[in-house]
């Protein structure tokens, strides 16, 4: 093969490649939650719990429903805020973060470090790699993520920052070291509305992190 030729083959290899990669702004993932045996043991109402994750520029919402009880994250990466909703049965609770906050927890979740593995699986239809999460306390998880779709915005989901692809299966570990797993089962690219990510002016109790943590 000559220079030339040799040349001309590398640029199509990174075309094709850079090709198959889409940057992801607007999105809606659908997850189920698969959680560990001893909590459904204490609450089987928790089965069939669900995480949706929803995109729009440096906008993000994360949708945890628990049957029980309903969380809502509410992600602003350009105003670098966060506001949390929770919903049970009806008694319904709103806690901001402002900047100060927002950052503390951001250089906390850049701390985590991801390693590829040499495993690969299909979810939800997209080719995806394995790889291990190391948290600063040396706690790891496990996460599978779709090379072909990158974020836009990395801060969508401050957990994954420094991933190299949107995860469409991970572990979130709890603070008892117990793992549940989140799984996608569908994932939808097109224009998010903006209202999804407009923070509730009525019908929510505003408290603070001490005060919620109190009740």
């Known amino acids: 093969m000559s220079y030339r030729l040799f040349l001309t083959f590398i640029f ?13 702004s607007d999105a809606k993932i659908i997850y189920k939650m698969e959680l560990p045996p001893e909590q459904l043991q204490m609450d089987a109402m928790l089965e069939g719990s669900t995480f949706t ?3 729009r520029g440096p906008l993000s919402r994360i949708d945890m429903n628990f049957n029980i ?27 901001r973060a402002g900047k100060e906050q927002y950052e503390k927890e ?6 985590i470090q991801f390693s590829d593995q040499p495993v ?3 979810i939800a239809g997209y080719d995806c790699r394995k790889a291990i999460g190391t948290m600063p306390d040396g706690q790891t998880f496990e996460v599978f993520y779709a090379t072909d779709l990158v974020p836009e915005n990395k801060q969508y989901n ?16 709890t ?10 089962t569908k ?15 009525t019908g929510y109790k505003i408290v603070s992190q001490e005060e919620l943590k109190n009740m």
């Open 12 to 24: 199509l290899c990174l075309t094709s490649s850079l090709l198959a990669q889409r940057t992801v």
């Open 53 to 55: 994750q929803y995109m």
């Open 69 to 95: 009880v309903h969380y809502t994250y509410l992600i602003n990466s350009k105003e670098e805020s966060l506001t949390t909703l929770i919903d049970q049965h009806g008694t319904k609770y709103l806690i």
């Open 106 to 111: 951001l250089k906390q979740y850049e701390n």
């Open 120 to 122: 690969t699986k299909n």
């Open 158 to 173: 401050r957990r994954f920052v420094n991933l190299k692809g949107i995860p469409l299966e991970f572990e979130i570990v």
């Open 175 to 184: 603070k008892t070291g117990a793992k549940t797993r989140v799984i996608a």
């Open 187 to 201: 994932v939808e690219l097109f224009p998010i509305p903006a209202s999804y990510f407009d923070v509730p002016k």
